[in-house]
Every structure is written in C-alpha cells, then in structure tokens.
C-alpha cells in the first residue's frame, strides 16, 4: 500500500516542504512542494542569535505549512522536520525548537553537515541510477552551496574519498562584506582565499586536477542549467564548462532585481545568487572538468529515501561501502598500517556474524565494527605508547561520510578500548551514555580486541581459520602451520572483555 512521507527544512534562508508519495514498488511521486524565504541566516551569521520577529515568521510558515500537510492527511507530528546550519549554530536553539514545537506541534531535529552529506549522497545517487556504471565510477566531486555552509564530497572510483561540510556559505558572505563595508571583489577575494586554503588538503584526498565529473547540486545551479544546459534524464542537467563559466560571469553585472525579472525568482534567493554561482565557479576552477552535471534533487528527497518503509538491501550496502571507503581514506591521510586495519575488519566481521544469533545488533552495528577496525591504530600516527587514547582523539575530531556524532563518539569509545587493562565501565563518561549505546560499545569492543588479537605481529600469519561455538567455549582452529605465540599471548590477555560479555572461553589451536 503506497504511503506518504513530508519532509520541511528550515534552512539558512528560507522554509521548504515536500510531500511525496512511496509507492509498493519503492517509486517515489512528489505530489507536492512549497518554499517560503525567512532570514534565519542572516540573524544568526550576524548576531549569533535568532530574532524574534524571525520566530514569528518561522512560526508563521510552519502554521501555514501544517494546515497544507492536514489537506494530505499528514499530523504534525507524523512530518520529519531538520533545520541546518543556521539553527545549528544559534546561540537560542533551544528555546527557538521550544517554541516551535509549542506553537506548531512540529518536533524539528537539527542535522550536523556530514547528515547533510549523506542525505545529499543518497539523493544524488538515486538521480545517478539510470547513469552508465561507467560514468558512476568516476572521479567526481559533489557540491552544494547553501546559505549557511558548503557541502562537499569527493568520489574516487565511485567511492568515498572526503566529505566536508564549510563554513562557507552565501548568508555568511554577505554579512561579513556588509559588517567590513566591502564590494563584491572583497568578497571574491574572501572566497577565493577561502578555497585557496582548502584546496591542499582537499588534493590531500584526491587529485583535483584528476577529476572527470563535477556535480552541482542546489536551487542556484539549476538556474544555470535551465538557462545553459540541456537534460540528460528526468533529473540530470548538463552544462558546458566554457557556457557555465560565461553565465556566472554575465550574471554579476545584474542587479538583485534584474535576477528576479529575469529568472524569475524569490527576492531573497536573488540577493544569494551572486555569491552562490560564484562559489560553484571557483570550486570549477580546481579541476580540468569539461561539462558541469547538475543535480536536480535536494536533502529532502534524500530525506524521502533514507525513511522508505522497504529499504534497498543493495542501496543500503553501497551506502555503508561508502562509509567504510571514507574510514579507510582516513587511516591512509594518518600513514596507518592499511593491511593490518583491512585484516582486522575482515575478522571483526567473521566473529560478529558467527554470534549474529545471539549478539542482538543490526547490520549498522556490524558497520560501526568495520569503521572501528579499519581506525583502531590511527593514534600510532601521533605516537605509539597510549596509542589507543590518540585514536579516540583523531577519531572525535574528524569528518566521516555517513556517520552523525553519536556514531563516532561510538567509533571513538570502541577505539579507546580495543586495547590496555581499562574496561568502559571505569569511565564516568561511558556511565553517562544511553544504555543501548553502552551495549554497542562493550559487544563491537569485545569483538575488536579478539581481532586485533589474531594479528598481534601485524604480519596476517592466521591465513585462514575456522569458528565453533561448544559448551560456552569458542575454539578458532587454524589450518596450516603458523608461529602464532605472539597471537596466542595477546589473546590470553585481552579476551577477558569477551569473556564476560558473551559467556564463551575461547581457545585457539
């Protein structure tokens, strides 16, 4: 039976709804759009917080939009509601979400930039499907400019090499030229720093130079499209390079108001425009690309996506390659041992699929594993003794594709303790998480620490292997002849977590 899903986004510079359709078959219909602008942005780039004429506005939009999803039948609280950078950064989140809630019955949840890249991954993917595997498997960059950051990701044959979300958006700009009293050429110069200084540890991930597909994604971009490019699917745009660049150029000797009449846009997306296309042209001009793809989805189709009832096994499996892609391009920026990580994975996920029965966690916890595998060594980048603690750090504190914070703090805390005498439950901090968390963490560490275990001379010896699970004992029987006694002692010495966690004695022969 075909269902529906609503999705608002409470954006840097405006209020966007999409309601659509999933039907039995996994097609989605959308039946129906709005956009209202309102200047979160512009108050919370400016002053830190948002106004209170903003909330009242806000309000006002979302009071409209639930009496348009009451004539689909949708509740309030049956729309998922995000909101982005604007009032991730607001100094007032908490009171603004309050009021929201109080006045309109809508729940929003406030998205990180690395969600919005994966939700924009899933969206520009499912645009990519009736692509040539070919083309998909391309070096590529993903760009969408906003009011409030810049999301971007880099693909290295078809998969994930960085993903990045910057403080760099149109609302951002336009308030520091208007705070230093700047022209536009100020600000050109502003961006073109801006990306300067990115651009090393971006060619860092992945040859820029070596790129065969820029894709653009965004509102502002597909005016471009419209008005340059010609379609090459139902949702795919492409521009030449040489036609792409002279429409921006052309396009800043317009006013904001010759932008409206001519392409006939809000005020408020106009007064973005400049800006944005500006940014698309520079990140252009990193590369050698010849024809810019343009994408004509949004976050919230990938928001649709990511929330259908009957998900697609092999979309989902492609997407957590992507995850484990991205770790592994993170390991390798910190010199780490890529064959150690890879084998530790690899046997990670041979233990938790022999206790899949009985270890009570989804294949997204198996995921979590592999992230924490491939990174469990990355501290050995910064030194050696407590190697552990410095891979928790670098992990707390980088970008990978596809996980929210939760996610790394868990990958983080399972780093921590895949080695030393410390257990989890000796930390108050581990006591403060949520008790689903904590159980994540003790099974995927447990796990991790007999893996880590069979490759202690970091020389992969244990070939192959075989699992049994007897009388509360595990026996891991080897085949061929190994000299394993540094495998053999590191096991006495850290299967004790698993031994308590899961009840089995393990012995290897």
């Known amino acids: 039976m075909a269902s ?3 999705v608002i986004e409470i954006g840097s510079t405006g209020i966007r709804l999409l309601v659509a359709e999933i039907t039995d078959d996994r097609n989605r219909n959308v039946l129906d759009r709005s956009e209202m602008p309102v200047a979160l942005g512009r108050d919370v780039f400016t002053g830190g917080s948002v106004s209170r004429e903003s909330l009242l506005q806000c309000i006002r939009i979302l009071i409209r ?5 009451a004539g689909w039948g949708i509740p309030p609280e049956k729309a998922t ?3 982005t950078s604007a009032l991730r950064e607001a100094k007032n989140r908490d009171p603004v979400l309050d009021r929201i809630h109080v006045k309109t019955g809508f729940r929003v949840q406030v998205i990180d930039g690395i969600e919005n890249n994966r939700l924009t991954y899933l969206a520009v993917t499912e645009c990519l499907k009736g692509e040539s595997v070919t083309g998909r498997a391309q070096d590529a960059i993903i760009l969408e400019v906003g009011g409030g950051s810049t999301e971007l990701m880099l693909i290295e044959k078809g998969k994930m090499a960085g993903a990045h979300s910057m403080r760099l958006g ?7 030229m208007r705070t230093m009293l700047g022209s536009f050429q100020d600000a050109r110069r502003y961006v073109e720093e801006f990306i300067r200084n990115t651009r090393g540890s971006l060619n860092n991930e992945l040859d820029l130079k070596k790129l065969r597909q820029f894709i653009a994604v965004g509102t502002d971009a597909r005016i471009v499209a419209v008005n340059t490019g010609h379609p090459i699917s139902t949702f795919l745009w492409e521009i030449e390079r040489g036609s792409f660049e002279k429409f921006v150029d052309e396009l800043q000797d317009y006013t904001t108001e010759e932008c409206v009449a001519r392409f006939k846009i809000s005020y408020n997306d106009a007064q973005s425009l400049h800006f944005s296309l500006l940014i698309y042209k520079l990140f252009l001009k990193l590369t050698n690309v010849r024809k810019v793809i343009v ?14 009832t009957t998900p697609d096994t092999s979309l989902q499996q492609e997407f957590y390659s992507q995850i484990t892609a991205s770790a592994r391009n993170l390991l390798r920026k910190y010199r780490g041992d890529e064959r150690h990580a890879d084998y530790v994975r690899r046997i990670s996920v041979k233990l938790f699929e022999a206790l899949k029965t009985e270890i009570g966690l989804d294949d997204k916890a198996c995921m979590l594993l592999e992230v924490s595998a491939i990174l469990h060594d990355i501290g050995m980048f910064i030194r050696l003794d407590n190697h552990n603690q410095h891979s928790s750090y670098i992990i707390n504190n980088s970008e990978i594709f596809g996980l929210d914070k939760e996610d790394i703090s868990i990958v983080s805390q399972i780093a921590l303790y895949h080695r030393g005498s410390r257990l989890p439950q000796d930390d108050e901090r581990f006591q403060m998480l949520p008790r689903n968390d904590r159980m994540i963490i003790l099974k995927l560490t447990a796990i991790l620490r007999i893996a880590d ?3 202690r001379s970091h020389e992969q010896k244990i070939t192959e292997f075989t699992l049994r699970l007897d009388n509360e004992t595990m026996t891991i029987r ?10 053999q002692l590191a096991l ?3 299967a004790d977590m698993f031994e308590s966690i899961f009840g089995y004695k393990i012995i290897i022969m």
């Open 4 to 6: 529906l899903e609503a």
């Open 65 to 69: 939009f639930r009496e348009q999803l």
């Open 81 to 83: 509601v995000i909101a």
């Open 170 to 176: 149109t609302v951002i700009i336009e308030q520091q």
């Open 295 to 308: 994408a004509e989805t949004s976050i919230r189709e990938g928001l649709v996506i990511s929330k259908m």
């Open 453 to 455: 275990a069979l490759d």
């Open 478 to 487: 080897t085949t061929g002849k190994y000299n394993i006694v540094l495998e």
């Open 492 to 494: 006495s010495q850290k």
